[in-house]
T-cell receptor, first 114, second 120 residues
């Protein structure tokens, strides 16, 4: 397994459901990110974890709850979502503290909230 | 991070070079130019980055003007699979690990990008 993987790739859930998105990076990186991409909108940064500590929370509603149990895994727990939360959710990782480093993205989870 | 300006869309014939421009007139001395692309409904893919010298890798070449206020991404022989949205991003070149409240963790700010369509 290489790079950044995300599961599931597609998810349909009702507004009362609870689900989790999973991200795993195999690059030995020390920072992980969640992004949201709604239709015809730029990517929006949601959360950043650096050395397993959350360092950014961009005014994301509490119905989205991230978890980073170790440097290789990142979760996004979802509960009581709204239809407008339907989007592509992308995970990324990077090795911060090095010159010129960049982020590598996973394939995304396409979420549909009914 | 400095803002960038890119054309909304471009077309290119298959097999020809695709030259995608980007303006970043407010770029700072400590900021790199990064290029990513996103094929429909997939995660963004890193292409190349540079500071002030021209760069080339197996995917593309990056030409940065001497004053660093603009750059061009060149795909030398475009194929149909190069059809995607191309993002030009400027970002600080060195990041440190910050605890909550810090800002230098490597933030990428994506704009609307350029929709490149490669046609037969």
């Amino acid at each position: 397994e290489t790079g950044v993987t995300q599961t599931p790739r597609h998810l349909v859930m009702g507004m009362t459901n609870k689900k989790s998105l999973k991200c795993e990076q195999h690059l030995g990186h020390n920072a992980m990110y969640w992004y949201k991409q709604s239709a015809k909108k730029p990517l929006e940064l949601m959360f950043v974890y650096s050395l397993e500590e959350r360092v950014e929370n961009n005014s994301v509603p509490s119905r989205f709850s991230p978890e980073c149990p170790n440097s290789s895994h990142l979760f996004l727990h979802l509960h009581t979502l709204q239809p407008e939360d339907s989007a592509l959710y992308l995970c990324a990782s990077s090795q911060e503290g090095r010159v010129g480093e960049t982020q590598y993205f996973g394939p995304g989870t396409r979420l549909l909230v009914l | 991070d400095a803002k960038t300006t890119q054309p909304t869309s471009m077309d290119c014939a298959e097999g020809r070079a695709a030259n995608l421009p980007c303006n970043h007139s407010t770029i700072s001395g400590n900021e790199y130019v990064y290029w990513y692309r996103q094929i429909h409904s997939q995660g963004p893919q890193y292409i190349i980055h540079g500071l002030k010298n021209n760069e080339t890798n197996e995917m593309a070449s990056l030409i940065i003007t001497e004053d660093r206020k603009s750059s061009t991404l060149i795909l030398p022989h475009a194929t149909l699979r190069d059809t995607a949205v191309y993002y030009c991003i400027v970002r600080v070149y060195f990041t440190t690990i910050f605890t909550a409240g810090g800002t230098s963790y490597g933030k990428l700010t994506f704009g609307q990008g350029t929709i490149l369509t490669v046609h037969p």
